[in-house]
């Protein structure tokens, strides 16, 4: 018997290295026993990997369907991969055959590995957990080995910040330049929801000490002299100023996840498309499986889908376009800056939000990235269409007496068909019955054109209009007198 000890749970390269060596060697798959634990075995001689004299090739699928493979928590993972590998030299296409046992199993942990990055990508909700020098931390438990596999995803979304993602296999911190990895932190210790800030702040000092990215350094990259000259830059000293309480406010307004069963059922569901004949039954079910959504291929690149967020039988219901870079980290929809011109003219117009029910066209936010920031795209044809069918999920569940659709992207959303705004604005429109009962349509503009509007005046007239469109559709929704 051949006894290999691998240097971690999940050491692909130390794998293939084995791998490569008992291959050339002859050596059966039932002769070889796999172990990452130190003192397993020992009355038998342990190797640790070396590298093979001869190199043969594989395709280059099965080193990705390993290297997957290889983060599963299965015990039998190391020997299956290895029987594949000896299987593959005698069957060359055996790759290619879904139906054989090994390869179906295979694959259905590939499968499961992915589901967890993807979990994990949609799940992990970061706490403001020191304010100076300003640092997250995230506590999870990833279905399988997945944190490391999982990270540079939250490096490219949250570049600017310093974090620490904690999980009971690794660590793993971001200084806003590097990502390092440590040992799992003790589920014992795992906080619960209300847990101390303080165990947070023990467990980060414990684990990282990151040379975070301050003032300082935003200072130098765009030194003073240059703000004279960039639009953008007399909202430096505010922005620096109100930091943290945006950034608190930002991890406070983080919607909890929703319960397990609803997860589990909306995860079951929405897998392969099963809701094609099946829909969700509650608004925490469609936020639920929005999360795993894949009509369309905005998902990739979103930190989450944003569902809408209001009252659950909301007579009026506001849809906008798409989240904004703030909206994709918090998960909550219209928090960010065109939300703020938003709350100011519903407070303009008398509606209270509380009692309305605020959504998007498009659940995920697409964007390009430009340096470290992440510019807004507006969603095509397709994805709108594609989108829709989450729209509708909420239309039908909240059942709304008028609808408003801020901006030519919402209308297209409510309605189906393009429209510029400006020859339906302002009026109420009858919309057709599709599940969620009979509603109005009041198309009004999207806040982020107030915003861009550069005329003083022009800007002014607009505003008074949206204003005005706001306290229409909240009469015909008779949230006003
Ligand atoms: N713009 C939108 O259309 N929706 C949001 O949620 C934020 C900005």
Redesign the pocket.
Same mark, same amino acid.
Request: charged fraction near 10%.
């Given at each position: 018997m051949r006894v290999v000890r691998l240097s971690s749970e999940i050491d692909f390269d130390g794998w293939r290295t084995a791998a490569r060596r008992l291959r050339a060697e002859g050596v059966a798959p039932d002769a070889v026993l796999w172990t990452v634990e130190a003192d397993l075995f020992e009355a038998a001689p342990v190797e640790t990997p070396s590298p093979a004299a001869g190199a043969f090739t594989v395709p280059p699928a099965f080193v990705d369907l390993a290297r997957s493979v290889v983060l599963h928590r299965s015990g039998e993972r190391f020997s299956l991969l290895y029987r594949l590998l000896w299987r593959l030299e005698r069957e060359p296409r055996l790759i290619e055959n879904p139906a054989d046992p090994d390869m179906a199993r295979a694959r259905d942990m590939q499968k499961a590995v992915a589901r967890a990055i993807h979990k994990m990508h949609a799940f992990v909700r970061f706490r403001l957990v020191e304010t100076e020098p300003e640092t997250y931390a995230a506590w999870f438990e990833p279905a399988h080995r997945v944190t490391e596999a999982a990270a540079p995803f939250f490096a490219r979304r949250f570049t600017n910040m310093t974090w620490t993602i904690l999980t009971p296999d690794a660590c793993v911190a971001w200084d806003g330049q590097t990502l390092k990895v440590s040992e799992g932190a003790d589920p014992a210790d795992a906080p619960s929801e209300d847990a101390q800030e303080e165990l947070w702040r023990t467990y980060y000092a414990s684990i990282f000490n990151p040379a975070r990215l301050n003032e300082r350094m935003m200072r130098q990259e765009m030194p003073k002299r240059y703000w004279r000259n960039l639009p953008e830059a007399r909202l430096i000293p505010e922005l620096v100023e109100t930091a943290q309480a945006r950034a608190a406010a930002m991890v406070a307004a983080t919607p909890s996840p929703p319960p397990d069963r609803v997860l589990k059922a909306a995860l079951r569901h929405a897998r392969d498309g099963a809701y094609n004949g099946d829909l969700p039954t509650s608004l925490d079910e469609v936020a639920a499986a929005a999360q795993v959504c894949r009509r369309c291929a905005l998902w990739r690149d979103a930190t989450q889908a944003?569902p809408g967020q209001g009252a659950a039988h909301a007579p009026l219901m506001f849809v906008?376009?798409?989240?904004?870079d703030?909206?994709d980290l918090a998960g909550? %929809?219209?928090?960010?800056?065109?939300?703020q011109v938003f709350e100011a003219a519903l407070k303009e117009a008398g509606v209270p939000r509380d009692r309305t029910f605020?959504t998007?066209?498009v659940k995920h936010f697409k964007h390009e990235p430009r340096g470290k920031r992440r510019i807004h795209k507006t969603p095509d044809r397709g994805e709108v269409t594609a989108c829709r069918w989450w729209l509708d999920a909420e239309r039908r569940l909240v059942r709304p007496r008028v609808i408003v659709a801020?901006?030519a992207?919402?209308a297209l959303a409510v309605t189906g068909k393009a429209a510029p705004v400006g020859e339906s604005r302002g009026r109420p429109l009858q919309l057709p019955d599709q599940g969620g009962g009979q509603a109005q349509l009041v198309v009004t503009y999207? %806040?982020?054109f107030l915003l861009r509007l550069p005329d003083a005046d022009a800007r002014e007239r607009a505003r008074a209009e949206f204003v005005g469109d706001l306290r229409l559709a909240g009469e015909l929704a008779k949230l006003i007198d």
């Open positions: 944003v906008g376009e798409q989240p904004g703030q909206e909550l %929809p219209f928090v960010g800056p065109a939300g605020v998007n066209a801020l901006g992207t919402a999207h %806040p982020s």
